[in-house]
């Protein structure tokens, strides 16, 4: 039931995620687009030679470039005669006729009758497209003079006048290609600027989708009075040169005229901050787009929200190591893949399926762990009071083999309470237990606290050792302080019990070191975390002896040459212990 509410919950937070997708998608899209361009630019059959109306060419000039009549007849004619195809012209033609004003430095001068002239005569060889303007003061397209409109009119079947209006996205950014039912498209006219250049060099359309902004290097504008200067001096060769069978496409570079932003760099002769650049260069990337194969088709939002949303299948499993490896070469193909398809002509954003798989299998991963972090909980608290804390780590931590054994050098404690046998017959059953967990539960907090393992308990008697299950730099050192501080112990136990007018405890505490055998040991249903060994049974021996040496703490040679001299240990000389052979014994009392 849980489960089931869990993956409900991960499958309307994805249909969240694939919402935001887009904005992701975007900075991917961009990404892929300046990083082919770099390193796989698609090559370009048919260019478009953008000409420039920048602050040189205004500064040469005494009027205002509204009254530039001369200069665009003259570029128009010009450009013409040097066998432009198509001339795109992404400037504001004026909407009366100037044919009263007269120039100061040339009285002879008709404004409206020289571009008149020279709409006329560069329209017989060149095909004109003029842009449309929005004016959003009146909401409607700019009129132009009934002269030069008559003029362009006459180019069938292309729009002469066509919009110039961009959209862009969410983030300011133009994309795509204008589609006529876009709000940023007034008239919904499916005519746009770059769109009749392309129809006049032959690539009518109908266009629709992402512009490739892998197509071509950056754009080097030709200035206006460049172009004016060729042909003031007769260089018809290098006009020819420049713009014979070509799409041209006029219109103002100024820094801070009809600026937008594009995904890439798109204007090389600006110094800094290349994607934000005059309008005129998205429709010549437009246009590039259109003579070399097209716009960059994409999905329906109802296909990528269907593969989208199948990343909701990263919930299911249960292997979170194979999950997160799956995910991340998922990642990695998709994105190659993605890449591939862009430069093949298609665009398939992976950031929705990516999200949402991610999601699905985080989220499932993180079940998983608070799942496993209740089931930890829940044996710590089950366990805890059965084993020590190096024993219930590994447990936790999912250790615990049955058929596993080391051979390690550990330091093996064995305590007992002298003649509590004896004490017990004088007290009933309940006090007999409350007094043991008394006593055993100040102990066992000493073995812990030095980082030993309690092994067992034998009636009064305890079993411990030091280095496993985790090391120690000295077992021996760590033993011998764990001992004296179960004697200190003690008689602040027996403070209080004499206090309660119970009996006083003594204890003998026998200390061995050596290697053992550690591991669990007994059958799959029911076993112990143990050690076995000589080192076991030699310090069980010792602490019976230290009822015939009288010191609380026996340990054997192996012991003191580890603890070395700053202990003072006291040499006892050879002792026999039952069943083994005679060993030097070392004693150790409070002062």
């Known amino acids: 039931m849980a489960l089931g509410a869990g993956f409900l919950l991960v499958l309307l937070v994805a249909a969240a995620l694939v919402q935001l997708a887009p904005t992701l998608d975007n900075r991917v899209l961009d990404a892929q687009f300046a990083l082919n361009r770099d390193y796989f630019p698609k090559p370009i059959a048919r260019d ?17 470039l509204s009254l530039s009549h001369a200069y665009l007849a003259q570029f128009l004619t010009t450009v013409s005669e040097a066998g432009a195809v198509v001339i795109g012209l992404d400037l504001v033609l004026p909407d009366r006729r100037f044919d009263k004003l007269a ?59 066509a919009s110039a209006m961009l959209c862009s996205d969410d983030d ?65 060769s290098r006009l020819e040169q420049l713009f ?51 716009f960059i088709g994409t999905l329906p939002a109802s296909w990528l929200w269907a593969v989208s949303l199948t990343g909701v299948l990263f919930w299911f499993g249960v292997s979170v190591r194979r999950k997160m490896l799956l995910l991340v070469l998922l990642s990695l193909v998709l994105l190659v893949a993605s890449n591939v398809l862009l430069q093949q002509g298609t665009w398939i954003a992976p950031t929705g ?67 509590f046998t004896t004490m017990s017959e004088a007290m009933d059953a309940a006090q007999v237990v409350l007094l043991l967990n008394r006593y055993f539960g100040r102990m ?35 033993a011998l302080e764990a001992a004296c501080d179960m004697l200190a112990e003690l008689g602040e136990l027996n403070a209080e019990l004499a206090g309660e007018g ?16 550690i591991g669990y040991v007994g059958s799959s249903d029911r ?32 012991v003191a040459r580890q603890l070395g001299p700053s202990w003072k240990l006291d040499a006892l000389g050879m002792h026999p212990l039952k069943g083994h052979t005679d060993v030097p014994v070392f004693g150790w009392r409070p002062a």
């Open 244 to 294: 014979k069978g070509k799409a041209v496409l006029i219109g103002t570079v100024q820094d801070d005229t009809d600026m937008v932003r594009a995904p890439v760099e798109l204007a090389r002769w600006l110094k800094t901050d290349k994607t934000k650049i005059p309008g005129m260069l998205v429709h010549a990337q437009a246009m590039r787009s259109m003579l070399n194969g097209g």
């Open 103 to 161: 120039s100061l430095t040339n009285p002879e001068l008709d404004y409206h009758r020289t571009l008149l002239m020279g709409l006329m005569q560069s329209s017989q060889r060149s095909t004109l497209v003029l842009a449309k303007v929005w004016d959003y003061k009146r909401s409607s397209f700019r009129d132009i003079q009934l002269d030069y409109a008559a003029i362009l009119g006459q180019q069938q079947p292309i729009q002469a006048l």
């Open 353 to 419: 399926l990516l999200l949402v798989a991610w999601l699905a299998g985080l989220a499932r991963s993180a079940w998983q762990a608070l799942l496993a972090f209740g089931e930890r909980q829940r044996l710590s608290r089950t366990f805890s009071g059965y084993v020590s804390p190096g024993v219930m780590q590994q447990i936790l931590a999912g250790g615990v083999d049955t058929g596993s054994s080391v051979k390690t050098h550990v330091c093996v404690l064995f305590s007992d309470i002298r003649n």
């Open 502 to 517: 119970g009996p006083e405890l003594k204890i003998g505490i026998g200390l061995h070191s050596g290697l053992a055998v």
């Open 172 to 236: 300011g950014r133009i994309r795509r290609y204008p589609d006529p039912s876009w709000d940023c498209q007034p008239d919904r006219s499916p005519h746009t600027l770059s769109g009749e250049v392309a129809a006049a060099m032959g690539a009518p359309g109908p266009w629709k989708g992402l512009i490739d902004y892998q197509l071509g290097d950056e754009f080097v504008y030709k200035p206006l009075q460049e172009v004016l200067g060729y042909a003031r001096a007769g260089y018809t």
């Open 527 to 558: 076993h112990e975390y143990t050690a076995i060994g000589d080192a076991v049974n030699v310090s069980a021996r010792l602490e019976g002896l230290s009822k015939v040496v009288g010191y609380p703490i026996v340990c054997s040679d192996s």
């Open 48 to 64: 478009v030679v953008v000409v420039g109306i920048d602050e040189a060419f205004l500064d040469t000039i005494d009027e205002p």
């Open 444 to 478: 066992t907090a000493i073995v812990h606290r030095h980082g030993g393992t309690v092994d067992k308990f034998i009636g009064d008697g305890m079993m411990a050792f030091f280095g496993a299950p985790n090391t120690l730099p000295s077992p021996e050192t760590s």
